[in-house]
């Protein structure tokens, strides 16, 4: 038997780990697209000034972009260090496009990243800015296949149980590929970077407006991340839509505890903070239809008969076929050589409930559910920090156009401040999206006792406290770094200005 405190500590060992690694890569995608635009701008107008700008938050792009590899690498190692049965079970389709990224979408980094750092003067313009955009699309590419895996967790496809290695193999890649549960999480997640790249930009614009140095510079800087900063914006309100429309359809528990909900029915109301509700919105968001019905907690629990007639089982009922799948698994194993029959009789047995195998793990009904509050509050605060973050950059914007802004200190300090905001929306994001699925390592197939290596409380420990002190130093260097590279400023005709 698995001790509990080795399950918490394997989680806030990983948990650690995402969230580090998640300070590095939003700001890597902003960045790539926002420098990129400044280099377009260079090349078709030919002016000396973007070529510089772009450099300067070339950069910046450049000392975080090489910590994010760094985390992103270890990220992927606790697979198989503190979840070697979850690596065990599906690894040969989880494994499928963690590979591809490593071999194609590294590949394109590497090689354009050293053309766009050091081919200035040693290759053409044009051949130099499709250098710097590849650079983007590639980080974009990498992205999306770690967040292929990441959506098959949250709804697995494409994949049928083989009994005789115990593992889930792949049966279709496109299936894996195009889940749209992935392709909406990479979109949202990308432009989410969007944003962060914009409010980072602006923040940095505005402090040398504060600071009355490089005018031209934070203006300039601060006009092309606004625009780029609310297209992601909208565009990530956009993919927020969809996202939630597919957590309603494969992840209802994770829906009902983002918004507390416990008893679900027709028009849901919407929650914007306990005791101050919008009826029937969460219905529209969840399902589009004012009229739909959204599950609550005590629903999905019990188990419920929806308003087209498709009955859905209490959580006993799956965990009742889910002992049925696991008794026949151990069944068909032990007799598959002995009495052919027997095991033949077992495998139907097997596969007439293997779509609840994980709910075999789980002893009591109440694991099933989330910790509701640590869902619900996240979620708040990313839709209020977007919000915010939204008007921020369009008044930036509509400022920025006549340079007003440079006269605005109210605004330039909002502007400064908010940088550590975007962070926080993206953490919050991310700990509903991964709190709101628990207890599943993959949804529905295999909960986290059963995911988990056999290894020490102790060791996983040691390596927690080593990893706080290293994932804190490589932030302290990183900001440490960027911070002396800011005060430096850009360099406009080969000085500083």
Known sequence: MIEASLIDWSRAQFALTACYHWVFVPLTLGLAVIMAVMETIYVVKKDEFWKKTAQFWMKLFGINFAVGIATGLILEFEF???????SWFVGDIFGAPLAIEGIFAFFIEATFVAVMFFGWDKVGRRFHLASTWMTGIGA?????????????MQHPVGMEFNPDTVRNEMVDFWAVATNPVAVTKFFHSVLSGWMTGAIFVIGIGCWYL???RETRFALASIRVASAVGIIGTLAVMFTGDRSGIHVAKYQPMKLAAAEGLYDGGTRAPFSIVPGLEIPGVLSLLATHDIDGYVPGINDLLDGYVDPQGNEHLSAEAKMYKGTEALRAFKTYRKLKDVDPQAAAEAKKVLDANVDCFGYGYIKDRNELVPD???VYWPFRIMVGLGSFLLLLMIAVLFYGRNGKIAHMKWLQWTALLSIPLVYIAGQAGWIVAEVGRQPWAIQDLLPVNAAISSISTAAVQTTFFIFVAVFTLFLSIDINIMVKAIKKGPEVDGKTE
């Open 210 to 212: 504060l600071r009355k």
């Open 140 to 152: 974009a590419i990498s992205a999306f296949w770690i967040l292929v895996a990441n959506g098959w």
């Open 80 to 86: 198989g260090t503190n979840w070697s049965n979850y």
């Open 372 to 374: 509701v509050w640590l």
